[in-house]
């Protein structure tokens, strides 16, 4: 016994080595889907491909979309455009059309009528031929006897043991590989058999009885009877008619005992089981060439409990087999294929195989055991609204999508430290904190840089206590005297804005405490407000932490010993900042907290309203939230470079109405109200290390 090992570092850029029993429309499909991912796929087939007769296919819109990304334009192949589905009685007569291709606007590609043959000559070109990704290799009159899901290697009849990383069974209803998952679930007679053959379309135009079925191009046409039913519809670029005609099983018996496809029936036999039918029913079945003609056992199986087993998924008809309704055998293999490649795309490893596989059930798994038991279903007659909706159901759906969003949630699911703020749909958010997968940014944040500009002022304490949002924050000292500070800081080699940065100036209140419920204090600098120049820092402020940010502009111009920074909205000055005859000081023993005070931390009050009409001034969330100073830094260190001081520095704050600032006035005009009695403190501190606010929690 050979053993050929295929397998290498599934890391490399050959990507992982897929083997594929089968090369049916399943396998061949799962073929281009895995190469165009970068992976090395070779095909096992029993047979030699001798060409299939009288068989053909719908491309459902859910099926076409698959194949054209896929690049597959089965139109290339004769398929062509399902235009209308004429029903009929057993005696002829109409009984509803439904104009498929002016209801077709709902999706957004076409139903296509192709011939089985051909379309599989065209996946099997595709999957070999020169593209994205490296050919795929077909091996025909290769019989595989055993596989093992474990080592993801085949066994073929002549002894040769073909190893590789990933074993997908796409070997149709007898497979093979399913029997590794369960060996106890077997396929069964669904009570149905098929005659199945082509016909040229000119046959049926050129004889006047049957030539009104031939003239519409796209016109699918079916009879439907109590327990029988005819369907015919072109393909080949309108040049053949395909027939399938559905009957008890009863009424066929096939020399092999009525498992395999394929098997010879006499005409007779087809015109007797449909010899209540219209005369033009009866006609065109007449047509049938006896050389070509076959019966087509149709077969049903229980739900299998899984679809992989380690290093090994089957796909299509061996995990799933469909009877002839609702256009959906071909389809729902083909959209196992490109989930399977979705599962395993470009660049995962051997260790995460078998998670992946058995993501492709999950995404699969409901979808297809649903489609499975509304074929079921439409043995009988449905009432046209039950109807329609499995039309909706199996049409309106992409299998990419599907399962690339399973995936994508799965790996957020994967991400254990994910911060989730709106719009959540996207994933977790990346900010200041937590880039997207959730790593802390604290060791990049330490080569940050900032400069802060804070002019700290005397005022009053009555005026500044109605900034305080409830009778639970005061001051800590007695009198009517308090001080605040402005502070603008410019941030840049920012970590989480690739190393760009931006500007706040923030209005703080200092010697300011909280009183908890249970009569503990918390003691610091209060932030009413905090303006920013940038929407970025403004979400996730105000999202993850609370903080009470706005707009606005932020400009500085800096010279030698003079430092000017001024706020303003779309153009409208508000404020204006300046200090002075600035002069290097010693820095060794100055705090790089925002504020510059020797106080345990800064405290806002975080609030979110409700929605609806009839909850303004509703709080959804309502409570105070505390940054202590040691705790962060402790994340982040921050290290004083350099600093300047002065005694000459100015606040000039105007409110300008609301035509000016139609959304700042309210606030603004607060902050002019602030008297400045006397400048205590100007100086402008430049270091590394800026804190990222992480060690932020609820008071309560």
């Given at each position: 016994?050979?053993?050929?090992?295929?397998?290498?570092?599934?890391?490399?850029?050959?990507?992982?080595?897929?083997?594929?029993?089968?090369?049916?429309?399943?396998?061949?499909?799962?073929?281009?889907?895995?190469?165009?991912?970068?992976?090395?796929?070779?095909?096992?087939?029993?047979?030699?491909?001798?060409?299939?007769?009288?068989?053909?296919?719908?491309?459902?819109?859910?099926?076409?979309?698959?194949?054209?990304?896929?690049?597959?334009?089965?139109?290339?192949?004769?398929?062509?455009?399902?235009?209308?589905?004429?029903?009929?009685?057993?005696?002829?007569?109409?009984?509803?059309?439904?104009?498929?291709?002016?209801?077709?606007?709902?999706?957004?590609?076409?139903?296509?009528?192709?011939?089985?043959?051909?379309?599989?000559?065209?996946?099997?070109?595709?999957?070999?031929?020169?593209?994205?990704?490296?050919?795929?290799?077909?091996?025909?009159?290769?019989?595989?006897?055993?596989?093992?899901?474990?080592?993801?290697?085949?066994?073929?009849?002549?002894?040769?043991?073909?190893?590789?990383?990933?074993?997908?069974?796409?070997?149709?209803?007898?497979?093979?590989?399913?029997?590794?998952?369960?060996?106890?679930?077997?396929?069964?007679?669904?009570?149905?058999?098929?005659?199945?053959?082509?016909?040229?379309?000119?046959?049926?135009?050129?004889?006047?009885?049957?030539?009104?079925?031939?003239?519409?191009?796209?016109?699918?046409?079916?009879?439907?009877?109590?327990?029988?039913?005819?369907?015919?519809?072109?393909?080949?670029?309108?040049?053949?008619?395909?027939?399938?005609?559905?009957?008890?099983?009863?009424?066929?018996?096939?020399?092999?005992?009525?498992?395999?496809?394929?098997?010879?029936?006499?005409?007779?036999?087809?015109?007797?089981?449909?010899?209540?039918?219209?005369?033009?029913?009866?006609?065109?079945?007449?047509?049938?060439?006896?050389?070509?003609?076959?019966?087509?056992?149709?077969?049903?199986?229980?739900?299998?409990?899984?679809?992989?087993?380690?290093?090994?998924?089957?796909?299509?008809?061996?995990?799933?087999?469909?009877?002839?309704?609702?256009?959906?055998?071909?389809?729902?293999?083909?959209?196992?294929?490109?989930?399977?490649?979705?599962?395993?795309?470009?660049?995962?490893?051997?260790?995460?195989?078998?998670?992946?596989?058995?993501?492709?059930?999950?995404?699969?798994?409901?979808?297809?055991?649903?489609?499975?038991?509304?074929?079921?279903?439409?043995?009988q007659f449905l009432p046209p609204d039950k109807s329609f909706g499995m039309?909706?159901?199996?049409?309106?759906?992409?299998?990419?999508?599907?399962?690339?969003?399973?995936?994508?949630?799965?790996?957020?699911?994967?991400?254990?430290?994910?911060?989730?703020?709106?719009?959540?749909?996207?994933?977790?958010?990346?900010?200041?904190?937590?880039?997207?997968?959730?790593?802390?940014?604290?060791?990049?944040?330490?080569?940050?840089?900032?400069?802060?500009?804070?002019?700290?002022?005397?005022?009053?304490?009555?005026?500044?206590?109605?900034?305080?949002?409830?009778?639970?924050?005061?001051?800590?000292?007695?009198?009517?005297?308090?001080?605040?500070?402005?502070?603008?800081?410019?941030?840049?080699?920012?970590?989480?804005?690739?190393?760009?940065?931006?500007?706040?100036?923030?209005?703080?209140?200092?010697?300011?405490?909280?009183?908890?419920?249970?009569?503990?204090?918390?003691?610091?600098?209060?932030?009413?407000?905090?303006?920013?120049?940038?929407?970025?820092?403004?979400?996730?402020?105000?999202?993850?932490?609370?903080?009470?940010?706005?707009?606005?502009?932020?400009?500085?111009?800096?010279?030698?010993?003079?430092?000017?920074?001024?706020?303003?909205?779309?153009?409208?000055?508000?404020?204006?900042?300046?200090?002075?005859?600035?002069?290097?000081?010693?820095?060794?023993?100055?705090?790089?907290?925002?504020?510059?005070?020797?106080?345990?931390?800064?405290?806002?009050?975080?609030?979110?309203?409700?929605?609806?009409?009839?909850q303004k001034g509703v709080a959804e969330a309502e409570y105070p939230v505390?940054?202590?100073?040691?705790?962060?830094?402790?994340?982040?260190?921050?290290?004083?470079?350099?600093?300047?001081?002065?005694?000459?520095?100015?606040?000039?704050?105007?409110?300008?109405?609301?035509?000016?600032?139609?959304?700042?006035?309210?606030?603004?005009?607060?902050?002019?109200?602030?008297?400045?009695?006397?400048?205590?403190?100007?100086?402008?501190?430049?270091?590394?290390?800026?804190?990222?606010?992480?060690?932020?929690?609820?008071?309560?």
């Amino acid at each position: 016994m050979a053993i050929k090992q295929m397998n290498g570092d599934a890391t490399t850029p050959g990507g992982l080595r897929i083997l594929i029993v089968g090369a049916g429309i399943g396998g061949l499909t799962a073929a281009i889907a895995l190469r165009q991912q970068g992976h090395r796929v070779e095909l096992f087939e029993r047979s030699r491909f001798a060409n299939e007769i009288g068989a053909a296919i719908h491309l459902s819109p859910n099926a076409n979309s698959i194949l054209l990304k896929l690049g597959v334009d089965a139109t290339k192949f004769g398929a062509v455009e399902c235009e209308a589905l004429r029903e009929h009685t057993p005696a002829g007569e109409v009984s509803h059309i439904t104009p498929v291709k002016q209801l077709g606007a709902i999706w957004r590609n076409a139903w296509l009528l192709v011939h089985r043959a051909h379309f599989h000559d065209g996946l099997k070109t595709t999957a070999q031929a020169p593209g994205k990704g490296e050919p795929a290799v077909l091996h025909t009159a290769s019989k595989v006897v055993d596989v093992d899901p474990h080592n993801a290697t085949v066994t073929l009849e002549n002894g040769d043991v073909i190893k590789g990383d990933v074993l997908i069974g796409a070997d149709g209803v007898h497979s093979l590989t399913r029997e590794k998952l369960s060996p106890d679930v077997k396929p069964y007679s669904s009570g149905k058999n098929a005659f199945r053959f082509l016909i040229s379309r000119q046959q049926a135009l050129d004889d006047p009885e049957t030539r009104s079925i031939a003239l519409d191009h796209g016109a699918v046409d079916m009879w439907d009877g109590a327990d029988r039913r005819v369907v015919i519809y072109p393909c080949a670029n309108n040049d053949m008619l395909n027939f399938v005609c559905i009957h008890p099983d009863s009424l066929t018996t096939s020399n092999d005992g009525g498992d395999s496809y394929n098997q010879f029936i006499s005409k007779e036999t087809l015109l007797d089981v449909y010899k209540e039918f219209s005369p033009q029913v009866l006609k065109l079945l007449g047509k049938a060439d006896p050389e070509t003609l076959r019966l087509w056992p149709l077969l049903d199986m229980p739900t299998l409990p899984t679809w992989v087993e380690d290093r090994m998924a089957v796909l299509g008809d061996a995990v799933h087999p469909f009877l002839p309704y609702r256009a959906s055998g071909g389809a729902m293999a083909i959209e196992d294929a490109v989930s399977l490649s979705v599962m395993l795309q470009r660049g995962v490893t051997v260790e995460e195989i078998p998670e992946r596989l058995k993501l492709y059930e999950k995404a699969r798994h409901e979808r297809a055991t649903t489609v499975q038991e509304m074929t079921r279903e439409s043995v009988q007659f449905l009432p046209p609204d039950k109807s329609f909706g499995m039309v909706v159901y199996i049409f309106g759906h992409d299998e990419f999508d599907h399962s690339t969003q399973v995936l994508r949630e799965h790996q957020w699911s994967q991400i254990t430290s994910a911060y989730w703020r709106q719009p959540k749909v996207f994933g977790p958010m990346p900010g200041p904190r937590q880039d997207f997968l959730g790593q802390n940014r604290a060791l990049k944040s330490q080569s940050s840089t900032f400069q802060t500009a804070s002019i700290k002022f005397k005022t009053s304490r009555t005026l500044l206590k109605n900034l305080l949002p409830s009778e639970r924050y005061s001051f800590i000292g007695p009198g009517s005297v308090a001080r605040a500070s402005f502070s603008i800081t410019t941030l840049n080699k920012m970590d989480w804005l690739a190393g760009g940065g931006y500007r706040h100036i923030g209005l703080y209140i200092h010697g300011v405490q909280y009183k908890k419920e249970n009569g503990e204090v918390v003691r610091g600098t209060y932030m009413p407000v905090l303006f920013e120049n940038l929407a970025d820092p403004i979400v996730s402020g105000r999202e993850e932490l609370g903080m009470p940010k706005l707009y606005s502009a932020i400009d500085v111009f800096e010279r030698h010993n003079s430092y000017r920074s001024q706020t303003s909205w779309q153009g409208a000055v508000w404020g204006h900042f300046e200090l002075e005859d600035l002069e290097d000081d010693d820095h060794s023993a100055e705090k790089g907290t925002v504020g510059g005070e020797d106080d345990e931390g800064i405290l806002v009050h975080r609030y979110i309203p409700k929605v609806g009409q009839d909850q303004k001034g509703v709080a959804e969330a309502e409570y105070p939230v505390f940054v202590p100073h040691a705790q962060e830094a402790k994340v982040v260190p921050s290290t004083v470079t350099r600093v300047r001081r002065t005694k000459s520095a100015k606040i000039e704050i105007n409110a300008l109405g609301w035509d000016a600032l139609p959304t700042l006035n309210h606030v603004v005009t607060r902050l002019e109200e602030i008297p400045i009695d006397q400048i205590l403190e100007a100086k402008i501190t430049e270091g590394t290390g800026v804190p990222d606010v992480s060690s932020a929690y609820r008071l309560e």
